[in-house]
């Protein structure tokens, strides 16, 4: 019995495994007749069935309408996982800084471009200049968005209890917002840290594994837990210990 509910599940994720890929396709010839926001739109539709597939579900936390703020806010989060990108793209619908490129190029054809587009950053956190290029490029994406969302610890390399850049407190006092800082909650994914430099090793673990849920939360009251006017030596130590103090 155990076997046929196994066979089962992992029929219904290949196919949703298939939709997701299905749509992802769909944009490219969007991209290439110039219907952006449909290729953005399908991406987003990508990333929520990809998620599904993996067996993940996403519940998004907030008690405040973060997504139409007057005043715009710049997004960070505790990154720990390579499916961040997914769940950004598809349930927060925010651009991003990312390193994504690196790794999922490999399984997506034309990956750079189709996140380009949808207003994400692409980060080789290896790479002075290209560090140097995101980083510009992040005015950019306020002055079109309003709004965008960064990693402060920058990869999966380097946790956000070890370090946090200055970046979103520079974005925020340029654009005289407040930091929004996302707490992401990953549940038992069943997923080794070697597991997160891999997608082919993601896929095959989370095929067939149980349903695991990642919480995205956000609350007005932490709008105020990381003031933007702090100075150079007081801000990374507020990320870390907002984060630390929030860990599971």
């Not at 929520?48 to 993996?54: D, H, K, M, V």
């Amino acid at each position: 019995m155990r076997f046929v509910l196994v066979a089962f599940r992992l029929f219904l994720r290949l196919c949703l495994l298939l939709s997701a890929y299905f749509a992802y396709f769909a944009q490219l010839p969007a991209l290439v007749f110039g219907r952006k926001k449909f290729a953005a739109r399908m991406l987003s539709v990508c990333s929520r069935q990809l998620l599904r597939s993996l067996g993940i579900n996403v519940c998004i936390r907030s008690d405040f309408n973060w997504y139409k703020t007057s005043n715009g806010l710049v997004h960070i989060y505790n990154h720990e996982n390579p499916l961040d990108v997914f769940i950004i793209q598809g349930y927060l619908n925010l651009p991003s800084i990312t390193t994504a490129g690196s790794h999922l190029g490999k399984v997506f054809p034309f990956f750079d471009r189709c996140v380009r587009n949808a207003g994400h950053i692409l980060l080789d956190h290896m790479d002075p200049a290209s560090r140097r290029s995101s980083f510009s490029r992040s005015f950019e994406t306020m002055e079109a968005y309003g709004q965008m969302i960064i990693a402060p610890n920058g990869s999966l390399v380097t946790s956000i209890y070890q370090r946090a850049s200055r970046s979103p407190q520079v974005l925020a006092r340029k654009f005289s917002t407040l930091i929004a800082p996302w707490i992401f909650s990953y549940g038992d994914l069943r997923m080794s840290r070697q597991d997160l430099y891999s997608p082919v090793l993601i896929l095959l673990k989370r095929l067939a594994a149980p349903v695991a849920t990642i919480t995205c939360s956000l609350m007005e009251e932490d709008l105020q837990a990381i003031p933007v006017g702090l100075s150079k030596e007081l801000f990374e130590p507020a990320v870390i210990s907002f984060y630390s103090l929030r860990k599971e």
